[in-house]
């Protein structure tokens, strides 16, 4: 892993995510090593001649978070990184940014894979708002080490889902990617329920820049499902979302679990 210090003037981007204000990347790459990572785009910006989840370059700047610019504005940690990825326990940068948005009063989502999250539960409490969400394409360890082999395994995430619920800290649940024909949402659903009071849900992107190198690893792993992603990715027959999207809500409103689809981002 080539990881090097990278100064920048400011931690803060403007969102274009529908109710996030401000989104916050203290690192531009990400040793999880997600097949599916929809941010690999980025390394074309970064210079490196590493291949995306074999760097990570750790953002240093010197100029705080200003309060009246956040105060009581949507932050989220992260969008296209992992704040709490191995790196963190060194470099502590979240950290220290979470100790700033505690004076800015905003309201933070952070989104991981890592529960690295807990080491910093005295700071999530002091924040205005705050909600943590670990993101889940199955309950399958052997699938998790297969497509996030860098990741906290699925045991730890949903340990640390308990441990902060038990903290009265917000919890959420991102189911997504969702691989279809692989990823079993109700055994996400079924294993995270106890610790958590909302779900969202997303469909498995296949941008151009990775299509080729997911679709290698659908059919050395799950050469079955093929048909299925022929079907969805290069026909561009989407009945397959519209019908989990029915099987989700019905399952979710009949349990009265809170829950957000976002189905239609993955090809329309």
Request: charged share 20%; aromatic share 14%; proline share 6%.
């Amino acid at each position: 892993m080539q990881v090097q210090l990278v100064p920048v003037k400011t931690f803060l981007s403007k969102s274009k995510i529908p109710g996030i204000d401000y989104a916050i990347n203290p690192y531009i790459g990400c040793p999880h090593n997600c097949i599916y990572c929809y941010a690999e785009y980025m390394r074309k910006f970064t210079g490196h001649s590493e291949d995306w989840g074999q760097f990570l370059d750790v953002k240093q700047c010197t100029v705080p978070l200003k309060p009246a610019q956040l105060f009581h504005t949507h932050v989220l940690l992260c969008s296209a990184t992992d704040p709490y990825n191995p790196y963190e326990e060194t470099y502590q940068c979240t950290r220290s940014l979470l100790k700033q948005l505690i004076y800015c009063q905003a309201r933070v989502s952070i989104l991981t894979k890592s529960d690295l999250v807990l080491r910093d539960i005295d700071l999530l409490k002091q924040l205005y708002q705050c909600e943590v969400g670990f993101s889940f394409s199955s309950v399958d360890e052997s699938f998790r080490q297969r497509v996030e082999p860098g990741a906290a395994s699925i045991e730890q995430r949903i340990r640390a889902l308990r441990i902060l619920s038990e903290a009265k800290i917000n919890t959420v649940v991102m189911a997504a990617p969702l691989f279809p024909g692989i990823s079993d949402w109700k055994s996400i659903v079924e294993k995270t329920r106890p610790y958590t009071n909302f779900y969202r849900f997303d469909g498995l992107n296949l941008r151009p820049g990775f299509q080729k190198k997911v679709i290698s690893f659908i059919a050395k792993y799950y050469p079955a499902t093929l048909p299925l992603y022929s079907q969805i990715y290069l026909k561009n027959d989407f009945s397959y979302w519209d019908r989990l999207r029915c099987d989700i809500l019905t399952h979710c409103q009949a349990h009265k679990i809170p829950v957000e689809i976002f189905f239609s981002s993955v090809t329309r």
